[in-house]
């Protein structure tokens, strides 16, 4: 019978005129403001995606569904093994046709039932899911989660923009029950005889009252802290390996030159670039992985606090992954981070810059972010590093100044971008030499050269700081 439907698919295919219009009255089971979609049920039991067509010129109330409502759909049914139906009008009417209730099932058995070619009657359907939050993206009108049973991973997205607070129990580790109707990408390829493979199976709620929280997330587990110092290892591992193959990636060039003046030449310059490579090594981690590390530090801090009084032994360990955490944090900064919000967020300069400053929980209430003059475009990687150049500059005057506020100001002249990072913290002796080991101003100075700018420093102890930038443009 599948072979057969399959078949007829691929006709239709090759024949699209002789498919003519579809009309049919159905319930709405799904329907959201931000999608441009229904999923209807028909009272045969089959369930639909319909398209919502777009409003004629002139029309200024378009209709407006919600779960529940019976409507008539007139369309084009498109080729596709899925029920799928290009709506070119929809209407309200008052037929009786029954809502089906949520369906209880688990992760697995959706993964078992959909992937690769299986129950395509399943797409559309509301179901009712259990599993553990794996991870919580961010994005610009909704929020996407990671449900996750064992070795499966459920999408889930729901319509909370980046400027909406989570519901407080969204904490990564809890056991949250999920309603939505299921729906996934299927890819048709008529020319290999091969329809309805399945792929990004997701669940979408119809609002964020789909998602619930049934069970809280543990607040920590040995687990968690050993998988994070597990991570750390591997990636000091790979950096040590990219340095040792960089090293005899060198020598191996080296030897290549053969004669004696060539190679002396050679030397000087391998010698000068394996230099300048270990500062620029020494910077980016130094701006790498700290605010990871620091994130840590601070679940680990409250994990020791909510430590009953007679756990001795598990305060004992604790305290000595906490200081094994301190020590690896003083050579490590955030230039995965940045690379990742860069990725991540808007593609406006001062947009990108108060995104991040709203994903910096310990900035809130504490970092203002201001802009003079008329914003232009900024290349991503010029933002991207100026990026680096903000995250350095506050976090130093939080840490190292305990500065109660930091005020940045971003001015847009006419042939140049200056950007000033002023805090009320305790200040420091700018003439002196940086302490050693620290590569804070050095880094900062080094990228803001590589924009082809300058920096100036004004400070004294007592006194506040104040980090002045200009780049030409």
């Given at each position: 019978?599948?072979?057969?439907?399959?078949?007829?698919?691929?006709?239709?295919?090759?024949?699209?005129?002789?498919?003519?219009?579809?009309?049919?009255?159905?319930?709405?089971?799904?329907a959201?403001?931000?999608?441009?979609?229904?999923?209807?049920a028909?009272?045969?039991?089959?369930?639909?995606?319909?398209?919502?067509?777009?409003?004629s010129?002139?029309?200024?109330?378009?209709?407006?569904?919600?779960?529940?409502?019976?409507?008539?759909?007139?369309?084009?049914v498109?080729?596709?093994?899925?029920?799928r139906?290009?709506a070119?009008?929809?209407?309200?009417?008052?037929?009786?046709?029954?809502?089906?209730?949520?369906?209880?099932?688990?992760?697995?058995?959706?993964?078992?039932?959909?992937?690769p070619?299986?129950?395509t009657?399943?797409?559309?359907?509301?179901?009712?899911?259990?599993?553990?939050?794996?991870?919580?993206?961010?994005?610009?009108?909704?929020?996407?989660?990671?449900?996750?049973e064992?070795?499966?991973?459920l999408?889930?997205?729901?319509?909370?923009?980046?400027?909406?607070?989570?519901?407080?129990?969204?904490?990564?580790g809890?056991?949250?029950?999920?309603?939505?109707?299921?729906?996934?990408?299927?890819?048709?390829?008529?020319?290999?005889?091969?329809?309805?493979?399945?792929?990004?199976?997701?669940?979408?709620?119809l609002?964020?009252?789909?998602?619930?929280?049934?069970?809280?997330?543990?607040?920590?587990?040995?687990?968690?802290?050993?998988?994070?110092?597990?991570?750390?290892i591997?990636?000091?591992?790979i950096?040590?390996?990219?340095?040792?193959?960089?090293?005899?990636?060198?020598?191996?060039?080296?030897?290549?030159?053969?004669?004696?003046?060539?190679?002396?030449?050679?030397?000087?310059?391998?010698?000068?670039?394996?230099?300048?490579?270990?500062?620029?090594?020494?910077?980016?981690?130094?701006?790498?992985?700290?605010?990871y590390?620091?994130?840590?530090?601070?679940?680990?801090?409250?994990?020791?606090?909510?430590?009953?009084e007679?756990?001795?032994?598990?305060?004992v360990?604790?305290?000595?992954?906490?200081?094994?955490?301190?020590?690896?944090q003083s050579?490590?900064?955030?230039?995965?981070?940045?690379?990742?919000?860069?990725?991540?967020?808007?593609?406006?300069?001062?947009?990108?810059?108060?995104?991040?400053?709203?994903?910096m929980?310990?900035?809130?209430?504490?970092?203002?972010?201001?802009?003079?003059?008329?914003?232009?475009?900024?290349?991503?990687?010029?933002?991207?590093?100026?990026?680096?150049i903000?995250q350095?500059?506050?976090g130093?005057?939080?840490?190292?100044?305990?500065?109660?506020?930091?005020?940045?100001?971003?001015?847009?002249l006419?042939?140049?971008?200056?950007?000033?990072?002023?805090?009320?913290?305790c200040?420091?002796?700018?003439?002196?030499?940086?302490?050693?080991?620290?590569?804070?101003?050095?880094?900062?100075?080094r990228?803001?050269?590589?924009?082809?700018?300058?920096?100036?420093?004004?400070?004294?102890?007592?006194?506040?700081?104040?980090?002045?930038?200009?780049?030409?443009?």
């Amino acid at each position: 019978m599948r072979r057969a439907y399959l078949a007829i698919l691929a006709a239709f295919a090759l024949f699209p005129a002789i498919i003519p219009a579809a009309t049919f009255d159905a319930v709405v089971v799904f329907a959201r403001p931000d999608c441009s979609f229904l999923f209807v049920a028909r009272p045969n039991g089959q369930h639909w995606h319909v398209g919502i067509p777009k409003a004629s010129p002139g029309e200024t109330d378009a209709p407006e569904f919600k779960r529940g409502d019976t409507i008539r759909v007139t369309g084009r049914v498109e080729y596709s093994i899925k029920h799928r139906i290009d709506a070119s009008k929809i209407e309200k009417t008052e037929a009786a046709i029954p809502l089906p209730p949520p369906e209880e099932t688990t992760i697995e058995a959706i993964f078992a039932e959909v992937l690769p070619y299986g129950q395509t009657e399943w797409y559309g359907r509301m179901f009712a899911v259990e599993g553990m939050l794996r991870d919580i993206n961010r994005r610009q009108s909704t929020t996407q989660l990671l449900v996750g049973e064992n070795e499966k991973n459920l999408q889930v997205e729901i319509p909370l923009d980046i400027s909406e607070n989570l519901p407080p129990n969204f904490v990564l580790g809890a056991t949250v029950r999920v309603t939505g109707s299921l729906a996934y990408t299927s890819i048709e390829n008529a020319d290999e005889g091969k329809f309805g493979r399945a792929e990004n199976i997701e669940l979408i709620p119809l609002d964020v009252s789909g998602v619930e929280v049934v069970k809280k997330a543990p607040f920590w587990t040995l687990k968690i802290i050993a998988t994070l110092c597990a991570w750390l290892i591997f990636l000091l591992a790979i950096v040590f390996a990219w340095a040792i193959t960089l090293r005899r990636m060198v020598a191996k060039r080296t030897l290549e030159l053969g004669e004696s003046i060539r190679l002396r030449q050679r030397v000087r310059i391998e010698a000068e670039a394996a230099r300048r490579e270990r500062l620029r090594l020494a910077a980016d981690l130094h701006d790498s992985f700290q605010q990871y590390l620091a994130g840590a530090m601070f679940r680990l801090r409250a994990a020791i606090n909510y430590l009953p009084e007679d756990a001795a032994d598990s305060r004992v360990q604790l305290e000595k992954v906490r200081d094994a955490l301190q020590h690896t944090q003083s050579g490590l900064r955030s230039t995965l981070w940045a690379m990742n919000e860069e990725s991540v967020g808007p593609e406006s300069l001062m947009e990108l810059f108060r995104f991040v400053a709203r994903r910096m929980a310990h900035w809130e209430g504490r970092v203002s972010i201001d802009s003079k003059g008329e914003e232009r475009d900024i290349a991503r990687t010029f933002a991207g590093t100026l990026l680096l150049i903000l995250q350095e500059g506050v976090g130093n005057a939080l840490k190292h100044g305990a500065a109660a506020h930091v005020n940045v100001v971003v001015e847009f002249l006419e042939k140049s971008l200056k950007l000033v990072i002023s805090d009320d913290g305790c200040g420091f002796d700018a003439s002196a030499s940086a302490p050693e080991g620290h590569f804070g101003i050095a880094g900062m100075r080094r990228r803001a050269a590589d924009l082809g700018g300058e920096m100036e420093i004004s400070s004294s102890p007592g006194c506040g700081t104040c980090l002045t930038f200009v780049f030409p443009l």
